[in-house]
């Protein structure tokens, strides 16, 4: 079903009639302008999607026939992105980009040297408009699971992380270890962390690599920040078998 439209709802219909109401309802009726027997996929953006056909339209609204749901099983190894908050609407972009290579979970991050500063008011906001991004990016991606997006962290927060995965990476320019070459787990957690456009700061480094991060290099190229991420996630997914 990689070719319909994917839609989000609460909860999965059982299979029958189900009214597709709501912002969901008028996107699938208005803008994707869907008509009867066409069809779509419902999922609740937690692992489960049931294919469906539209039997009746109306102002904002649709009326499908639902099928069977069925449950996406979650990769045996999840990639949580940290990336530390770029400047202007590129937040959006790595959230967009990352969402769309896979990712399992995202984690805004203060770091030391970012341009853009998320103050207390700024910070919901912010987290907010990640959040609508991974939804939407999960939609167009036409993948069954929306990656989570956590509150801000602070650099403490982000050394926890590192110590309860299985395994982390830190992106680098100057390391000499490539990707591939990185210890990666068959299975868990692995924290993926992408730091700022001033770039990381030696007490940062230091910190993370305490905790048990590796810095490791994507190429000779120096990506930007909201773009590396994406590249990696692609890198981990054939290195670890997730797109297999």
């Known amino acids: 079903m990689s070719g319909e439209p994917y839609f989000l709802v609460d909860r999965l219909p059982v299979p029958g009639p189900y009214r597709l109401t709501g912002p969901e309802g008028r996107h699938a009726a208005t803008v994707r302008r869907l008509r009867v027997g066409e069809p779509l996929v419902l999922t609740d953006g937690s692992g489960g999607f049931a294919a469906a056909t539209v039997t009746q339209g109306a102002r904002g609204e649709l009326t499908v026939d639902v099928g069977p749901g069925q449950q996406s099983d979650l990769p045996d ?6 990336q530390a ?3 202007g609407d590129r937040g959006e972009l790595a959230v967009e980009l990352a969402t769309e290579a896979g990712v399992d979970a995202l984690v805004p991050w203060a770091a030391a040297r970012c341009i853009t500063r998320w103050t207390a008011d700024r910070a919901e906001h912010g987290v907010q408009r990640w959040r609508t991004a991974a939804m939407q990016a999960a939609k ?22 590192i110590t309860r995965a299985a395994a982390a990476l830190v992106l680098h320019e100057s390391a000499s270890a490539p990707l591939q070459a990185a210890g990666l787990p068959r299975a868990g957690d692995v924290v ?18 305490a905790a048990g991060a590796v810095p490791v290099r994507l190429g000779p190229q120096v990506l930007r920040t909201s773009t590396a991420g994406a590249v990696a996630l692609g890198a981990l997914g054939v290195l670890t078998g997730r797109w297999t």
């Open 140 to 161: 167009q991606s036409r993948r069954p699971f929306v990656p989570s997006v956590a509150e801000l962290a602070g650099t403490p927060a982000v050394v926890e992380l």
């Open 77 to 82: 190894v999840r990639v949580t992105l940290v």
């Open 85 to 87: 908050v770029p400047k």
């Open 192 to 209: 993926l962390i992408v730091g700022p456009e001033g770039g990381l700061t030696e007490e940062e480094l230091t910190v993370f690599r």
